[in-house]
């Protein structure tokens, strides 16, 4: 079975500019969470979509934002790029929201360079 | 709320012998549990989850990890480290309040180095 996939790997953009990154997460998997990595930071949780609704939200400004399509593959936006945004971005597919714990499993994340 | 402190940011072991990799927790509602390793360059790996069933849990790679309420504790061990261990490693909750996920709060990671 294919594991998590995102494109692009990797991302260059300059302040002011937006970008989208894509995920498609494993077949029959219906929660994708996306997460930012940072040396200063570590992982934070920005959000988590499930069926086409965002469940639940990290504390991130609105500039950051996300979708996901009928076929459970997501997106997340990032207006008005900051040099601070640069950052490794994670996706994490999960099978089923409903079961009592949430693991999740992990895509090799879109390295944004913002100059 | 949920926290994780992982209580080592590195740790430097010879190859061959033990390893132990702090984790403490923070939770209001019963806890999952989750170590996961990154290599360089490569995305995150479950190395093993405890959920509420054994206390003990068994991962890949000759990992292991007890889950002790009492401690809040989730350290993971391993009796015998390899060159191939060396990376970052990260201890993760999740809590499940009302039906709705929290995500995943994850510690600041140790480093593991192996000495040949």
């Known amino acids: 079975k294919a594991g998590v996939t995102q494109t692009p790997r990797y991302l260059i953009k300059t302040r002011g500019q937006q970008v989208t990154l894509s995920c498609s997460p494993i077949?029959?998997?219906?929660?994708v969470s996306w997460y930012q990595q940072t040396p200063g930071q570590g992982l934070q949780f920005l959000f988590e979509y499930f069926s086409e609704t965002q469940r639940n939200k990290g504390n991130f400004p609105g500039r950051f934002s996300g979708r996901q399509f009928s076929n459970s593959r997501s997106e997340m936006n990032v207006s008005t790029l900051e040099l601070g945004d640069s950052a490794l971005y994670l996706c994490?597919?999960?099978?089923?929201?409903?079961?009592?714990?949430?693991?999740?499993?992990f895509g090799p994340g879109t390295r944004l360079t913002v100059l | 709320a949920q926290s994780v402190t992982q209580l080592d940011s590195h740790v430097s072991v010879s190859e061959g012998t033990p390893v132990l990799l702090r984790c403490n927790y923070s939770?209001?509602?019963?806890?999952?549990l989750f170590w996961y390793v990154q290599h360089p360059n490569k995305g995150l790996q479950l190395l093993l989850k405890?959920?509420?069933?054994?206390?003990l849990v068994k991962g890949i790679n000759g990992f292991e990890a007890e889950f002790k309420k009492s401690e809040t504790s989730f350290h993971l061990t391993k009796p015998s480290a390899h060159m191939s261990d060396a990376a970052e490693y990260f201890c993760?909750?999740?809590?499940?309040?009302?039906?709705?996920?929290?995500?995943?709060?994850f510690g600041k990671g140790t480093h593991l180095i192996i000495q040949p």
């Open positions: 994490a597919s999960g099978r089923d929201t409903t079961v009592t714990y949430n693991e999740q499993f």
């Open positions: 939770s209001s509602y019963s806890p999952s």
């Open positions: 405890y959920t509420s069933a054994a206390t």
């Open positions: 993760v909750v999740s809590v499940r309040s009302g039906g709705g996920a929290d995500g995943l709060t």
């Open positions: 077949s029959g998997h219906r929660s």
